[in-house]
């Protein structure tokens, strides 16, 4: 079994994936868009091996968007990166404005475990976002998104928006040995 610590970032014009591996301790970095299209190696790379993935908050929006991802790669993998980074971001604008997002465990592709959920910060008296825990962890680099997501990326913004994809897998991961 191989568990993998996971964010997912999408703007309107750039998809990225940033995984770490807690098992063999290696990071993955995925980009779709324009300028690089990963979605092939993104596909191979999620169903590698007996995959569990950790995320905060990913049962309710990042694992929404990979199992559309899943769902549509028959279709996707023709597209063109920065058609498939937008209709990835149209996906998730719709996951973020339903009310209940969540895939049942038995139509999981990969199972995931929501630290979000575990720790019970999806209840109201308890509510807590992955920044207000990297406050409370005395993180040294706690970093709010660099970019608004409806924001047209230049191709000089995927390292930005990587950098700040691993930031929040690196807290999450603290957050998991917590």
Known sequence: MLLEVYDIETLSNLFTYTGFDATN???YQFVIS???NDSELLYSHLFRD???????NNENF????????INHYDEYQYLEGQELAQRL???SQE??????????DRNKYIPQIDLFKIWHYNNKARLASLKDLEVAMC???IEEMPIHHTQWCKESDID????YNKNDVEATYKFLLT
């Open 50 to 56: 007996k995959l569990w993935m950790v995320g905060f």
């Open 95 to 104: 996951i973020i404005e339903q009310e209940f997002s969540t895939i049942a």
């Open 62 to 69: 990042d694992y929404p968007v990979i199992h559309h991802f």
């Open 34 to 36: 324009k300028w690089r």
């Open 160 to 163: 930005l928006i990587l950098s």
């Open 89 to 91: 971001y149209e996906k």
């Open 25 to 27: 301790k290696k990071w």
């Open 139 to 141: 993180m040294d680099n």
